[in-house]
């Protein structure tokens, strides 16, 4: 598809234009995260994601995936260490820049967070429409996007009346609209049945062969297995594994994970 094609971008001359790196996207140097006055929830958090994997982080309820996953998509600052994006440091980016870097981002949240006053076609065109297109040069890829998940028949709907994995599929395709160097998926199959979980599974591996990083939160290990390149473990807001999947299943290399894998590490 060409979709970017037809959108208009015109960052300051601050910001360079996108191109293929050759090292890391995400690039992590002990961050660390608190909320307030509280305890951190996050904590010396170092490790690099290369383009074009598949990643999965993992660990317990509570131990911070959604909070790493706020602090890779600019929702949230760390409050220390340094971050890293496309070769660009976070900190110093002005906030008129912000929203190019963004771009180059896909999130699918938990609560799919789509606009129960649009229609499907209205929630899949918007990053197009807030990134300067135009409808009649977005309106074919829109709908090419909804046919591509399985909605073609559900143009004109609203949220309210999809199912949960017609809304899942939905916030995908709308979060796969700009095509994004990098997709991050929170808990995407979390309340789903086995056969809209499988859809949705299959979207996202035809998201990843086009070239696409993902980087993907679940507690399903199963999914997991399935799907991961990588394993980033997370426990207590520290990162203790981070590999292969393949030797994390297998024999992981702390206590902390290989009582996950049983089922013994809850929080």
């Known amino acids: 598809m060409s979709r970017t094609a037809d959108v208009t971008q015109t960052p300051t001359d601050a910001t360079p234009a ?11 140097e002990g961050v660390g995260l608190r909320y307030g006055r509280g305890p951190e ?30 602090l890779i998509d600019l929702a949230q600052r760390p409050s220390r260490g340094m971050i890293n994006l496309f070769g660009q440091d976070t900190a110093r980016l002005r906030r008129e820049d912000r929203p190019f870097v963004r771009r180059r981002i896909g999130v699918v949240f938990q609560d799919k967070r789509l606009l129960e006053h649009l229609s499907a076609f209205e929630n899949v065109a918007l990053p197009l ?16 996007l909804l046919t591509w998940v399985g909605l073609q028949d559900r143009i004109e709907a609203r949220p309210p009346v999809l199912s ?9 395709a709308r979060a796969w609209a700009l095509e994004p160097e990098v997709l991050f998926l929170d808990e995407p199959t979390a309340s789903l049945d086995p056969a809209a979980t499988r859809a949705v599974e299959e979207l996202v591996q035809s998201i990843h062969r086009s070239g696409t990083k993902i980087v993907m939160t679940t507690h399903d290990l199963g999914q997991a297995r399935r799907l991961a390149d990588e394993i980033l473990f997370l426990n207590h807001g520290h990162l203790v594994e981070t590999g292969p999947a393949a030797p994390f299943f297998a024999g992981p290399a702390t206590p902390e994970a290989a009582a996950f894998l049983k089922g013994e590490l809850t929080w």
């Open 18 to 28: 996108p191109e293929a790196l050759d090292g890391p996207v995400v690039h992590f």
């Open 41 to 70: 929830v996050l904590r010396d958090l170092s490790f690099e994601l290369e383009p074009g994997s598949f990643h999965f982080l993992t660990g317990a309820s509570g131990a911070g995936k959604s909070s790493l996953l706020r």
């Open 129 to 144: 429409r807030l990134a300067g297109g135009k409808p009649k040069d977005y309106r074919a890829d829109v709908i090419e």
């Open 164 to 172: 949960g994995g017609e809304q899942q599929r939905l916030a995908l």
